[in-house]
């Protein structure tokens, strides 16, 4: 079966491009998928644009949209482990990981499936006259062009789609080309839960061919982007012509603050989690440790030694605990920017090289690595490794601490660890970040906000901001009892 999804049709690329879908684990074949061109993306648009003005979904209810959310959620459900088993191939991630972001995007479904049948945004505005009645209404944006990431393909793409639908909106949905196999699978479940004929549109390609004319393309109202900081200005200045909306998530480099009060135990096993999880391509990882001088060495050590036990492996290999990165030009990239941290002085405690494991070669792994003794000013601090690879600095007290979590252009989320209940209460005030963990990190609900500030990003995906960015507001005036003003004689 063809690949693209376009007006409610599966169909090939135009130009009969294919790409090959390899594991990252391994680098065996796991299919060949059509690749779309500009002929496709536009074809995609256009199926949009039609469904939005012409066709049924902009105008049923919402109790019914959310129904039918609530569909794609139990059908979700039904399909997980196949979905997981797909996505762990494309990524490398494994299984059991894989299956915990299947619960988590069936739950995504559930929460906007549920507020988008609750109603209730609409408002009656006081205008001061009874012979007016004023109401502030919402209203979808129209097409919107939804362009995902490779790191949590499905994830992010619910964190998208959801809201759209639930607001009435169409879409074109463009997921990373390396990880496009749960995108399809999405598209059919859709069609089985009852989602008319061109809502939903899938094309299957890269940036600069595809992408960039979702982001270009004056009938496309909106464009909502998880990515890379560099292509998300690029977005933004390509959006900027036609004046569309847009919402950003850029990635961060976020602070992990451990106080020397700390549970020790505890934070350094969520220290682990929050930058080895998924091997470090996590947007929200936790890279950046700043440990309190009188903790830092005895805090390292047990890390570090934690760290060197971390076993590799596949998707499927049940004694794993870290996998691949995604390809080998992500883990060059990686190797790079550890070898100029160490050229900046940065002292390497452990990782810093791929496995010797024979069983590994065909993969794309790289050791956990600890780099140590960091400043503010070398490239691994400022930097996104979007790897496994923690950095660590040291503060002194409160206020260093949070100057130096916050001396960064990003500003996704973060952490702070102590027992002290003001002083976490103190430090997640003053830090800049869209979440602030205490004494945890990672753990996120569909109910909450998510979303960066400074060069993160801006807007908000979850909670009832991000079915919010899907919709534009609108007042209604209507005068019950008209007369002449005679303003003018």
Known sequence: MPDLFIGGEWTAAVDGNVREIRCPADGTLVAVIDEAGPKDAAAAIAAARDAFDSGPWPHTPAAERGRLLLRVADLLERDKDVLARAESLDTGKRQVESEYDMDDIAACFRYFGNLTASGGTDRVVDAGNPQVDSRVVHEPVGVCSLITPWNYPLLQTAWKVAPALGAGNTFVLKPSELTPHTAIMLMRLLTEAGLPAGAANLVLGTGPVVGAPLTEDPHVDMVSFTGGLVTGRRIMAAAAPTVKKVALELGGKNPNIVFADVDFDAAVDHALMAVFLHSGQVCSAGARLLVQNTLHDRFVDELVTRARAIRLGGPFDPDARAGPLISAE??????????????????????????????????????????????????????ESFGPVLTVERFR??????????????????????????????????????????????????QAEWGGVKQSGFGRELGPAGLAEYRETKHIWRNLEPKPQRWFE
Not at 408 to 419: E, F, H, I, N, P
Request: proline share 6%.
């Open 397 to 446: 007290d409160e206020e260093e601490a949070v100057a130096l979590a916050n001396d960064t252009m990003y500003g996704l989320a973060g952490a702070v660890w102590s027992q002290d209940a003001g002083r976490t209460h103190r430090v997640a005030a003053r830090l800049r970040a869209g979440t602030v963990w205490i004494n945890d990190f990672h753990p996120y609900v569909p």
């Open 330 to 383: 992500h883990r060059q990239k990686v190797e790079a920017y550890v070898a100029a941290g160490l050229a900046e002085g940065a002292v390497l405690r452990c990782g810093g090289t791929r496995p010797a494991d024979p069983a590994l070669a065909g993969g794309y792994y790289y050791l956990p690595t600890v780099l140590d003794e960091c400043t503010p000013g070398m490239s691994v601090v400022r930097d």
